[in-house]
């Protein structure tokens, strides 16, 4: 019988799954749907999709927030552990290198969130801030020490004050040493002593401008990415998966499924696939990969584009993170610009694309599994929310805000109303998402101690079964059922009275 | 040996002037360093010696390389000259340095007379650093190189903390006295034509460099159009 870990993580030793799954607070979780959900009495239902060996299937997209991922992998774990599995994956940032490994790591009807806790165990996150070292010192400090903005001001001071002081003493000791002679020596000592001072001043000043212009050269993005493009790569490589078909191939091969009940749709129209979310500069559009690829290549050459950079691409935290780019883009062949035209209405296609983060534009992409053809749905629309908002109202004081403040509230009201949008629109589609509280934890912090990712998984973990406790598949079937009669009935209504 | 030397002021100018010569040649040299990083981007030497790792700089020399073949061989010519090159601006560099120290260091009396001395003598010292940098810049320029162990590195970086410390530590302070002795007028008059000499060649260098420098965007836009005659292939990479 396994041992529950009741306390922390042993120090010392490296991370290891165990650390995780093996923890009280996660045992307790699977306790508890055990005893809410007995196999016998009461068995959990989220769906009407099952294959042969009784998993349930839904769709599954995950949100984008940086190292809060980690919560991310809580959160399926538990849905795997109560025999939930994923058609349909879709995510952003974070959000899309989990859904990439829960594609490409097995088979569907697969538990992955193991191999997924191992892959991360192995991973050192601080590598991932792969930039200049004194760009990562600088974010190190900024992340983990609160008031290291006011150390630097500090600094400046002190700068500011010694320059002074030397200068004074240049000038009086100068002075001075036409009256009292033995003074030159101290005059020279000052002088000498000032240029030093000043030399060290040019010198950082002439390192920070090095890192400003390679900054710029790098398309303003202090970390290259490397490191997570090979991380990515490999993992998809360890999976057999070398190619943008291969992944499709891994996204679309389902088990035999069959419905619990019956439903007008069937079952053959069932689908799986992927999607991960990315934001392209040049054209400035929305792009869904691997969907989009006949954006950038000629369906022949799809194979071309390497299935790792639709990821990077999904995570370019802006200036954080370099822009991901796909370069010699057949611009001049007619398949490209009729798809270019087809799709994004643009009639000059790029010959290079510029990726940021897709959560520039839509971090929650929920609205990818909307299908106003089915009017009863077979399996729900689940949704991993990472909620890292401050539970304090300093934020919601509109005067208290200072300058970052101000362009930080209009920044993310820019991006965040996009799924916003949706969600008020249509939100029955809410009762499918959990909603993982992290607002003690910072979303770029790549420098998370290996307690900080137990504790982010366990959130994720009890989040999960509380999601699942409240969960009723019955209603969210009659809900969405109503919602799409009812939004049909509008549109036909709408339709007739044009006429 | 003597550890002190009286030298002429002209010795100076000499040196200087050659310095900066060598020091104009050598910036239309780097009007052909191109790299390939995300895009076709200019760069320059100090890119090369002060990489953040031994690896960034290997990736560095690589994305030379990526460029199409001509404009590749193209800019790793003009960074070899440009390395072969410095092994003649260094006497003109470090002597220039040597001199100016060592004047300060005869105008002096007590510990600034030896300190300053000291100033000049290291200057062999960086320079030496200068070269065994140099040599293993010319190694390490080819398509494929390999990544230096960590100790190798470290040394590299130390080498170039003392190449640049050392010279400009001497010009600041042995700049710094010059200027009390001015500001105090413990200066002769037969010097300052030699401070003319000195201006002029300053003015000479500036107008120079205006005329053979061409901004980034010209140099890049030169570059493209020699580009297009070499097509280059679809990076698998993406």
């Given at each position: 019988?396994?041992q529950?870990?009741?306390?922390?993580?042993t120090?010392?030793?490296p991370?290891?799954?165990?650390?995780f799954?093996?923890?009280a607070?996660?045992?307790?979780?699977?306790?508890?749907l055990n005893?809410?959900?007995p196999?016998?009495a009461?068995?959990?239902?989220?769906?009407?999709?099952?294959?042969?060996?009784?998993n349930q299937?839904?769709?599954?997209?995950?949100?984008?927030?940086?190292?809060l991922g980690?919560?991310?992998?809580?959160?399926?774990?538990i849905?795997?552990?109560?025999?939930?599995?994923?058609?349909?994956l879709?995510?952003t940032?974070a959000?899309?290198i989990?859904t990439a490994?829960?594609?490409?790591?097995?088979?569907?009807?697969?538990?992955?969130?193991?191999?997924i806790?191992k892959?991360i165990?192995?991973?050192?996150?601080?590598?991932?801030v792969?930039?200049?070292p004194?760009?990562?010192?600088?974010i190190?400090?900024f992340?983990?020490?609160?008031?290291?903005?006011v150390?630097?001001?500090r600094w400046l001071t002190?700068?500011?004050i010694?320059?002074f002081?030397?200068?004074?003493?240049d000038?009086?000791?100068?002075?001075?040493?036409h009256?009292i002679?033995f003074l030159?020596?101290?005059?020279?000592l000052f002088f000498?002593?000032?240029?030093?001072?000043?030399?060290?001043?040019g010198?950082?000043?002439f390192y920070?401008?090095?890192?400003l212009?390679r900054?710029k050269?790098s398309?303003?993005?202090?970390?290259?990415?490397?490191?997570?493009?090979?991380?990515i790569?490999q993992q998809?490589?360890a999976n057999?998966?070398?190619?943008?078909?291969d992944l499709?191939?891994?996204?679309?091969?389902l088990?035999?499924?069959?419905?619990?009940?019956d439903?007008p749709?069937?079952?053959?129209?069932?689908k799986?696939?992927v999607t991960?979310?990315?934001?392209e500069l040049?054209?400035q559009?929305?792009i869904q990969f691997?969907?989009?690829?006949?954006l950038f290549?000629?369906?022949?050459?799809?194979d071309t584009?390497?299935p790792?950079?639709f990821?990077?691409a999904?995570?370019?935290i802006?200036v954080f993170?370099?822009?991901?780019?796909?370069n010699?883009?057949?611009?001049?062949c007619?398949?490209?610009?009729r798809?270019?035209m087809?799709?994004m209405?643009?009639?000059?296609p790029p010959t290079?694309?510029r990726f940021?983060d897709?959560?520039?534009?839509s971090?929650?992409?929920?609205n990818?599994?909307?299908?106003?053809?089915?009017i009863?749905?077979?399996?729900?629309?689940?949704g991993?929310?990472?909620?890292d908002?401050?539970?304090?109202?300093?934020s919601k004081?509109?005067?208290?805000?200072?300058l970052?403040?101000?362009?930080g509230?209009?920044?993310n009201?820019?991006?965040?109303?996009?799924d916003?949008?949706?969600l008020?629109?249509?939100?029955?589609?809410?009762?499918?998402i959990g909603?993982?509280?992290?607002?003690?934890?910072?979303?770029?912090?790549f420098?998370l101690?290996?307690?900080d990712?137990?504790?982010m998984?366990?959130?994720?973990?009890?989040?999960a079964?509380?999601?699942l406790i409240?969960f009723?598949?019955?209603?969210?079937?009659?809900?969405?059922?109503?919602m799409?009669?009812?939004?049909?009935?509008?549109k036909v209504?709408?339709s007739?009275?044009?006429? | 040996?003597p550890?002190?030397?009286d030298?002429n002021?002209?010795?100076?100018?000499?040196?200087?002037g050659?310095m900066?010569?060598l020091h104009?040649?050598?910036g239309?040299?780097s009007?052909?360093?191109?790299?390939?990083?995300?895009?076709?981007?200019k760069?320059?030497?100090?890119?090369l010696?002060f990489?953040?790792?031994?690896?960034?700089?290997?990736n560095?020399?690589?994305d030379?390389f990526?460029?199409?073949a001509?404009?590749?061989?193209k800019?790793?010519?003009?960074?070899?000259?440009q390395?072969?090159?410095?092994?003649?601006f260094m006497?003109a560099f470090?002597g220039?340095?040597?001199?100016?120290s060592?004047?300060?260091?005869m105008?002096?009396v007590?510990?600034?007379h030896?300190f300053?001395?000291v100033?000049?003598?290291?200057q062999f010292?960086a320079?030496?650093c200068d070269?065994i940098?140099?040599?293993?810049?010319?190694?390490?320029?080819?398509?494929?190189p390999?990544?230096?162990?960590?100790?190798?590195?470290?040394?590299?970086?130390?080498?170039?903390v003392?190449?640049w410390?050392i010279?400009l530590l001497?010009s600041?302070?042995?700049?710094?006295?010059?200027?009390?002795?001015?500001?105090v007028g413990l200066?002769?008059?037969?010097s300052?034509?030699?401070?003319?000499?000195i201006?002029i060649?300053i003015?000479?260098?500036?107008?120079?460099?205006k005329?053979?420098?061409?901004?980034?965007d010209?140099?890049l836009?030169k570059?493209l159009q020699?580009?297009?005659?070499?097509?280059?292939q679809v990076?698998?990479s993406?």
């Open positions: 019988m396994i529950p870990n009741v306390g922390n993580k120090a010392g030793k991370l290891a799954t165990e650390d799954i093996n923890n607070e996660v045992l307790k979780c699977l306790d508890q005893k809410v959900f196999k016998d009461n068995p959990l239902i989220v769906s009407d999709v099952l294959d042969q060996y009784g299937y839904v769709n599954l997209v995950q949100k984008g927030g940086g190292v980690v919560a991310l992998v809580g959160y399926t774990y849905l795997e552990k109560m025999g939930i599995r994923f058609l349909r879709a995510g940032s959000g899309a989990n490994l829960m594609t490409v790591i097995g088979k569907k009807e697969d538990a992955k969130s193991l191999s806790l892959a165990c192995d991973l050192n996150f601080f590598k991932l792969d930039g200049h004194a760009a990562r010192w600088i190190k400090k992340i983990t020490h609160q008031d290291f903005t150390k630097v001001k002190w700068i500011a010694i320059a002081l030397l200068l004074a003493g000038f009086i000791f100068l002075g001075l040493e009256k002679l030159s020596i101290f005059t020279k000498v002593l000032t240029s030093f001072y000043f030399l060290l001043i010198v950082v000043l920070c401008s090095r890192l212009k900054l050269n398309g303003y993005g202090i970390n290259p990415g490397d490191y997570f493009y090979d991380w790569k998809l490589i057999s998966v070398h190619t943008v078909t499709n191939a891994k996204a679309t091969t088990p035999d499924l069959h419905l619990r009940v439903n749709e069937g079952v053959a129209s069932l799986g696939d991960f979310i990315t934001s040049v054209t559009n929305k691997p969907e989009m690829c006949y290549r000629k369906k022949a050459d799809i584009l390497q790792a950079g990821i990077r999904s995570m370019s802006p993170f370099e822009s991901y780019m796909i010699d883009i057949p611009c001049d007619d398949e490209i610009k798809a270019w087809d799709t209405d643009e009639p000059d290079n694309a940021v897709g959560g520039m534009l971090n929650f992409p929920i990818l599994f909307y299908n106003p053809k089915v009863t749905p077979r399996l729900p629309s689940f991993i929310d990472l909620d908002s401050k539970p304090d109202n300093t004081n509109a005067t208290s805000w200072d970052f403040g101000y362009f509230r209009m920044f009201t820019i991006r965040y109303y996009y916003k949008d949706f008020l629109k249509n939100k029955v589609y809410e009762k499918g909603k993982i509280p992290l607002s003690d934890y910072n979303w770029l912090n420098f101690s290996d307690q990712k137990i504790d998984f366990i959130i994720g973990a009890k989040t079964t509380k999601f409240d009723n598949w019955n209603d969210y079937k009659n809900n969405r059922t109503i799409q009669m009812t939004l049909n009935n509008e209504s709408e007739t009275s044009h006429y | 040996m550890f002190y030397f030298f002021w002209l010795y100076f100018c000499i040196a200087f050659v900066l010569l104009l040649i050598m239309v040299q009007n052909n360093f191109f790299t390939k990083h995300v895009v076709v981007r760069f320059s030497i100090l890119d010696e990489p953040p790792s031994a690896a960034e700089m290997v560095f020399i690589k030379i990526s460029l199409p001509a404009q590749a061989k800019t790793s010519f003009a960074l070899r000259n390395l072969l090159l410095d092994f003649l006497p470090y220039s340095i040597f001199i100016l060592m004047k300060v260091s105008k002096m007590y510990f600034g030896k300053f001395a100033l000049a003598w290291i010292v320079w030496l070269i940098e140099n040599i293993y810049l010319l190694n390490k320029i080819r398509p494929e390999t990544v230096s162990n960590v100790a190798a590195f470290k040394s590299y970086e130390a080498l170039e003392l190449k410390g010279p001497a600041v302070c042995s700049i710094a006295a010059i200027s009390y002795f001015w500001l200066y002769s008059y037969d300052l034509p030699y401070l003319v000499i201006v060649e003015i000479i260098y500036f107008a120079i460099k005329v053979t420098t061409k901004s980034e010209k140099l836009q570059f020699t580009d297009m005659e070499n097509k280059p990076n698998p993406n």
